[in-house]
């Protein structure tokens, strides 16, 4: 039996013990609500994310920057262009108020000029002389050669020596002061024909073609008076020339080798050259239609009497009237080829004038027809309108020419003075010049080297 003392004893250790963990458990309450309270005022440090990728905020003003610099770098790029064409177009401009005051001029003195048998019409597509460094091929040297060696055997055949025979029977006294080819084969209108090379530099093709075309209407006596093509030549002679000029003897010998089919606006190839550049277009418009040029062996769809093969119509001979040679290769060598004048020249008692020369030449469109006249033109010569042309002023020539050219050469004239000239069809179309015609003085330019190429009709 337990005494009452040690009953309170162990009664009283209850009460203590009792209190005490209620003490112990409102002292760690109000602890965890301070530690939940400071927790919650403690504002959470931000994570650090280190060198790996900024945050989102800073992507966006890194992105903004990048944007807002290369916009200011392409504006600036665009004002710097800006400037660069506006000041391109002032000079253009500037440079085109020049050349026009200068052509205006120039057009004045010249009809202004005392004595001077040919008057000018300022031409808005005159030009000033520039360096065009165009060129024709000439990398087909073999080729060059064959047709070297095919005039050559040409001017040795029995067609040629009856035509030098021809030649000489005909006396120079016998030939009229005036001439004009349109007149004595009326049957041949071909010969009035007022071409147009348009964007192509193919005044070669198209004088040479021209040539062909009226011969072949001659010889027949007009029943054949289809206008042949110049798109053959210009697209598929490898060795006559391109866009940026050409030989038109090659032209001649490509006649009688393949022959030409018909052209035209209607015939089986028609000319392909844009014409709305000019009158006449300027050498910048020549690579156009250099890129246009193409040889194409077959008719155009609105064609019908003729395949390709069966259009073509030949020469039989060509041959050049005044001594000249031809470049054989890019290196230059050159090779002489003969001539009708040279034939005459070796045969003379002493070497021929100039006016005996200009007397074959005259025999030769007398009897058979046009022959082409390549010549350099000079600055004035653009601005032509009438009368006899003559370079003005008579110093300086060459350092105005412009470009060297062909013509139709289809007559002569001789004015009270006796000076001769000549009747030529331009290739510039019939609002140029007088209708497309001009006549010329090439007395100051015979030491220039001028060529007069031709070809016979081969007769069946």
Known sequence: MRSPKSSRAVAGDSELSNGGREAIIRRRSSHRSRHRHESMKKKPEAPDYGSERPPRRRRSVLCL???TVCVVVLGLALACVAVAVLHRLDVERKGARELQTYLRQMVAEVNGAPGLRWKAEFNKFGMRTTHYDFAYNKKNASAIRDYVEQLETFFASPAMQRHLRDLEELSADSLPRHFDARAKWPQCPSISHIPNQGGCGSCYAVSAVGVATDRTCIASNGTLRAVLSVEDVLGCCTVCGNCFGGDPLKAMVFWTREGLVTGGRDGCRPYGVSLECGT?????AYPAGEQRRTCIKHCQNVYYRNEY????HYGTIAYTMYPRSMTMDEGGARRRIPSVVGHFNESAASPLSEAEIKKII????FLFGPTTLAFPVTEEFLHYAEGVFSPYPETDIYERVVYWHVVKLIGWGHNDGGNHH??????FGEHWGDNGVFRIDTSLLDNAGLEYETGLYRVD
């Open 362 to 365: 005259m025999k030769e469109l």
């Open 280 to 284: 006449p277009c300027k050498p910048d």
């Open 422 to 427: 000549w009747l030529a069809v331009n290739s």
């Open 309 to 312: 093969a069966d259009d073509k």
């Open 65 to 67: 920057s990048l944007i």
